[in-house]
């Protein structure tokens, strides 16, 4: 076995980061040359270059000799890579093999290798935000953010919540019981007892944040994974799961306790592991209505089922003390990833009265050409728009627009081609803002997934709470922002919001967007409305993935 | 509100009972006048007798204007108890009314106000005692230790379980993020949102002990509870009911945070509680059937579910050190409460060559004549037997007993009439044993609930240990107890029984029985077999009550 130690110490800070939720990060989060090596970035480009049109073959893992694969990137080229197909048994049965051996270690055994196995995946931070980009569409920056440090604080915050609940009780004890002039000895052990294998489902958006918590969560807690990718986005996630593998290898154990499922659009093999009986976890991250059938599935065949779909998220815009300062925030988050992001805001709420800005009221007409300003200066700007924007992922986020447009409501902001330098073939549209009334309900109230937002004007504030109220728990939410300088606002929309299950910002005006959570600080999704029962990482995200079984010896 | 801070010191105690799992009692189980007070067996007996043929007004909770109660004692008299009947709606709208104020609590607030509620009513433990004997037919000595400091201690320990996992993160938190020269605060808070409205479906041999875990659970962790105890045994659970219905008035709070629900027979209302859409967590103790029922229709409507059923539990005897210690320990757990536990063994196997003690071989025969000495030694005891065996709750266990008499086995001990000193009409039986073959599984692979178990000889202690496996896998198995001085034996038993989803017990022979289980120690039921999903109280029993919901100020 290698020397681990010197990851118990991180470890211990991230156990206590969870508890303590102020600001900590393990990897930094700038892609910086000072911080990550003065060729890094170059060594992973020419990493991710060199990947292109060739068969991945740094997993330890066979498959039955079929090669598949048929990743695009958004930016207007064929990746050409292909990954080695096994088939649901292989996986399966190769699983449960490798599974035996995991299990027997203890928590902080399990903790510690998979702390190494991210300390070594974080040396290729760059080709993992390259392979993103080039799948998902997301901004270079974004990419390497959002899939390396971002996403490996959110493995290791999973690992830290895994590791103390089970730490949470002795693995053994002598118990003696008095009993007036004698005593009764018993010798006590606490065996963990995985649920069996964990399936991770991944989405084609953020292939590596969302389908970690599950992968690290389910591993530390003794259950062998089986990463599923969307076909449109394996990349990233695979030089993720080759390294785990490396390093269970490296350690002496069965690499197999993870492995890759590839499949393709055409041959989907999800639901054939959904429905397997030997797998007894689900992790599910994507679309609503795919989810809701795992969902439904799973949970009659008595499996634990984890998901993080999507909703409709809102915000409300009552008073400001800096307009500006609030909109600036608010068409970042419009624009950041085109919309792509499950946290994104989608209708905004405007008092038909407008919006107090100090003593003055600022009209719906007048918040909503600022509004488009900001978008327009962000989208026009040559150094940040296509960057912040990205790419579309899917040419069915396009037909969203299309249809958006074909509504016949007032264009706030019109979408419109957005070019991204060095990729002429990109498929990239700027923010499209619709207005609407609240009577349009039947249009709104529901997920527009993409660059696709509505200003809404309502009867007044609390009409606006009301309806937000309602649509949380209709539709789910994932995020909430409220913009009020109003104390009694502010708190009676912060118990409306908390009671409906969703998560609540106020006033943000600065470098924090709603659409953004911090790992060890801010719980992503609330796991308590439509939008998902998954939080990363509360405890219930951690302790329903295996039980404790007592065995009693007399001493 | 009272000063509670008393109880800090018990919340931090039980809270490292929990982790450390030493012996740890809050509640003294003897129930002597030294501890309890001189005259408290006294008092308990004239508030018991007082209670009879008359209604019980102690709950601070209104009925629709019917009062009903049906209870009868084992020991052969009827309570003649009513008790005030709600209908659903009713219970449902006040708990949904007395739950705002209840959640706006601190999780320390809630546990402190839950321990004060705690030793009040253990201030009663000796009424407990009688009332718990005469619904459930346990003698009185384990009526006081199961319905009293027993099941307080399981209450605690709950309490203590829910606060830990609230107190796992901190409350509120000023977050800073560097961001080179500059930084960004957010001022976070993490709201707890309990689930909704927790039923509690008690059973009618273990009214308090079952239901306390998941009263105390759900109370803690903020969600309002509807207590409705099977209408055999209402009469102990009342008792804890009204005092904490008195001690939440008591703090300024609506006692309707936890209610009884009274119902009969012949016009029962649990399926109602079940589907109410209000309801979010069901906690079931009872009957297989009736449990796998409301597990599916429950966990179909995505509430969470916790289940304590029974299953099979099995022993195994292949070597002893010394076997008159053995079998006294086995015959006390076949005898105890007459079989009416869901821990108690029901299939005792026992390789066909004999078991080993020291250099010797003991015969089937032999060992299963010991067996029946034993049983008779407690049965035929005028000093113990009666109060050990106790009287049978309910008919059908009788017509049970019956039925198994009719199987054609031969009986290594037939059950006969137990008298009841002072109580002529009690229905009380001895245990019969009957003796099987390990081919005859279709009779013995089922429950047999009640004193009735099965001595079954098998191939090989390999052959025992995968019907042990088999029957754990498909019954479910709350308790398993093996006898083996070979260590080799012990670790693969060990394995093969955990890795199945069962605790085992090894080579008790002294004043621990299989069947027991302590608080703040050992886990009961393993929530990984078909006997159950829920332990008392592992993690996954408090965490999946409530959500954590996060609140972001800018600052």
């Known amino acids: 076995m290698l020397d681990l130690s010197a990851h118990e110490s991180t470890l211990s800070e991230a156990v206590a980061a969870n508890a303590a939720r102020t600001f900590y990060a393990h990897w930094p989060e700038a892609p910086s040359g000072k911080i990550y090596g003065e060729t890094a970035n170059a060594d992973g480009e020419t990493a991710f270059k060199a990947q292109l049109n060739a068969p991945f073959t740094r997993l330890l893992q066979q498959g039955d000799g079929t090669w598949v694969g048929e990743e695009t990137s958004p930016y207007g080229f064929p990746l050409g890579i292909t990954y080695p197909a096994s088939s649901v048994d292989t996986l399966i049965s190769r699983a449960t093999a490798a599974e035996i051996a995991w299990r027997s270690l203890t928590p902080q055994e399990r903790a510690v290798i998979l702390i190494e196995a991210l300390e070594r995946a974080s040396k290729h931070f760059f080709e993992i935000g390259y392979s993103t980009m080039h799948t998902t569409g997301q901004g270079f920056v974004m990419s390497f953010q959002a899939s390396g440090p971002h996403a490996f604080d959110r493995a290791l915050e999973a690992v830290a919540m895994g590791y103390s609940a ?122 609503p209505t795919f989810g809701s059938l795992v969902e439904k599935e799973g949970m009659a065949a008595g499996k634990v089922v984890y998901t993080e779909k999507a909703g409709v998220n809102c915000a409300i815009l009552e008073s400001v003390d800096d307009l500006d300062s609030a909109l600036d925030n608010l068409a970042f988050s419009l624009s950041l990833y085109g919309g792509q992001m499950c946290t994104a805001p989608q209708n905004i709420f405007i008092p038909q009265t407008g919006v107090r800005v100090g003593n003055d009221i600022v009209s719906v007409d007048d918040v909503a050409a600022k509004l488009r300003e900001k978008v327009d200066a962000l989208a026009h700007s040559e150094k940040v728009g296509p960057s912040t924007i990205g790419a579309v992922q899917n040419e069915r986020t396009l037909d969203r627009v299309r249809a958006a447009e074909a509504l016949g409501l007032e264009a706030v902001r019109p979408s419109g081609p957005l070019a991204q330098p060095g990729f002429d073939a990109a498929r990239s549209v700027s923010p499209l803002i619709l207005r609407a009334d609240r009577t349009q309900d039947t249009v709104f109230e529901q997920e527009w997934f993409g660059p696709i937002s509505f200003v809404i004007s309502t009867e007044s504030f609390e009409d606006a709470l009301a309806l937000v109220d309602r649509s949380i728990r209709t539709h789910g939410a994932l995020t909430t922002i409220v913009y009020t300088t109003d104390p009694a606002k502010q708190e009676r929309a912060e118990d409306v919001i908390v009671r409906a299950g969703a998560p609540v910002a106020f006033n943000f005006n600065s470098y924090v967007w709603v659409n953004q959570s911090a790992a060890f600080s801010d719980f992503h999704g609330a796991g308590c409305n439509p939008a998902g029962n998954a939080t990363f990482a509360d405890w219930s995200f951690v302790t329903n993935r295996y039980n404790v079984v007592g065995v009693r010896k007399q001493a």
């Not at 693995?171 to 000895?185: F, H, L, Q």
């Not at 990463?227 to 269970?248: D, E, F, G, N, S």
Request: charged letters at 10%; glycine letters at 8%; one cysteine or more.
């Open 166 to 287: 089970q730490a949470g009780f002795v693995e053994n004890v002598t118990w003696s019981k008095p009993m007036g002039k004698m005593s009764v000895t018993i010798e006590k052990s606490y065996r963990i007892v995985p649920k069996g294998i964990d399936l991770v489902i991944g989405c084609s958006t953020f292939p590596v944040w969302n389908s970690v918590p599950g992968m690290f969560a389910g591993l530390v807690t003794g259950n062998a994974v089986i990463v599923k990718p969307h076909p449109a986005a394996i990349y990233p996630i695979a030089i993720v799961v080759a390294h785990l593998q490396q390093t269970l290898a490296d350690c002496g154990l069965d690499p197999h306790v993870v492995q890759l499922a590839v499949d393709t659009v055409a041959h989907p093999s999800t639901m054939d592991l959904v429905l397997h009986p030997s797998v007894r976890i689900i992790d599910y991250t994507g679309g």
